[in-house]
């Protein structure tokens, strides 16, 4: 039986059950959290963190992948403890989140080197905690695949080949990043069934989205909620078209929920959903409204059953 790891060890893939893809108990800039603490309220964030888990455990949600990396404060001991106190299995991902900028660190490092400090984790763990990764993450997003996105997707790439781990891969339908993102890994020996493109469900356009099922990867329509980039109606559409050309064992749901989120001001936050751009974004979502949605519009349970139980394990053991 393969196994994948979560924050508490190695488990058989086939406990991992009903799984949300795609979900962040916490999104912070850690460098913004480093050297200005004040702006910051842990006790908060810990108190919405375990509010969203309990909620998405009382929908009988088994596992959520949190595919945090590196510049989303990525905190292998905190998702711990959300899965400790909550009974959630939690999975996390090594890697890069970023749409361009790479500070000194890592422009002075080649793909290689970057490689090496992913399979590294994935070999002993993540910030000395001996949790493990169970994937690799990058991004690529309105800046397209510039040289630094593409020197961490080789590194992913390159990750993966020495590990076997699969990758998700952040991507900007609105900028058509997908396929390119696919044509690197392609040029670097990656196996398509081991990547997840995530983002897909930011469109409606079917041709796009079978030319990037062309390549043979996995999609995530995994920002339900996120109203900015495609309101929740669209995006059903678009999944009951892809069921009806048969796509169910291809495709996530989630929602990419970010309990709590700093990159805004508090204003703006109070604007945006003031203007409805987010206003069912969070983990309960898929439970709430989507799956509701997808079976009045003909979705079968069997065909919701392969999206969010029988998909994630054939992803993760690749
Ligand atoms: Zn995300």
């Known amino acids: 039986m393969p196994t994948v790891e979560t924050v508490n060890g190695p488990i058989d893939v086939e406990k991992l059950g009903l799984t949300l893809i795609h979900e962040h108990f916490r999104t912070i800039d850690e460098a913004g959290r480093f050297q200005f603490p004040h702006l910051y309220d842990e006790q908060g964030e810990w108190d919405a963190a375990m509010h969203d888990a309990n909620a998405v455990k009382g929908h009988g949600v088994k596992t959520v992948v949190e595919p945090s990396a590196m510049f989303l404060n990525r905190d292998a001991a905190f998702s711990k403890r959300v899965a400790d106190e909550s009974g959630l ?4 991902a090594t890697g890069v989140y970023t749409y361009d900028h ?3 660190f890592l422009l002075n490092r080649d793909e290689d080197a970057v490689a090496a400090i992913f399979v590294h984790e994935i070999e002993h763990g993540i910030q000395g ?5 169970a994937f690799i993450k990058c991004a690529a997003d309105e800046p397209g695949v510039t040289p630094n996105i593409e020197k961490i997707h080789r590194a ?3 990750a993966s080949i020495q590990t076997g781990l699969p990758i998700m891969a952040h991507s900007r339908p609105a900028s058509g990043t997908g396929p390119e993102q696919m044509r690197i890994f392609a040029e670097e020996g990656v196996d398509p069934a081991k990547v997840q493109v995530a983002h897909t469900g930011d469109t409606d356009d079917l ?6 099922l062309d390549t043979g990867c996995w999609i995530g329509m995994d920002r339900y909620g996120l109203d900015l980039y495609l309101p929740t109606e669209q995006r ?16 996530f749901l989630s929602a990419d929920a970010c309990v709590t989120l700093d990159w805004y001001p508090r204003e ?13 974004w969070t983990m309960n979502i898929v439970h709430d409204k989507v799956l509701p949605a997808l079976r009045e519009g003909g979705a079968t349970d069997e065909q919701i059953e392969t999206m969010l139980v029988a998909n994630p394990p054939r992803w993760l053991t690749g």
């Not at 905690?129 to 990764?133: D, F, R, V, Y």
């Not at 936050?269 to 003031?274: I, P, S």
């Open 89 to 92: 299995q939690v999975v996390l």
């Open 102 to 104: 790479l500070p000194q």
């Open 129 to 133: 905690t001996g949790i493990k990764p």
């Open 156 to 158: 992913a790439a390159r």
């Open 207 to 212: 041709d796009y989205i079978e030319r990037l």
């Open 236 to 251: 059903n559409a678009t999944v009951l078209a892809l069921l009806e050309r048969g796509y169910a064992d291809r495709m």
């Open 268 to 280: 703006v936050d109070e604007q945006m959903l003031a203007a409805g751009l987010a206003k069912d």
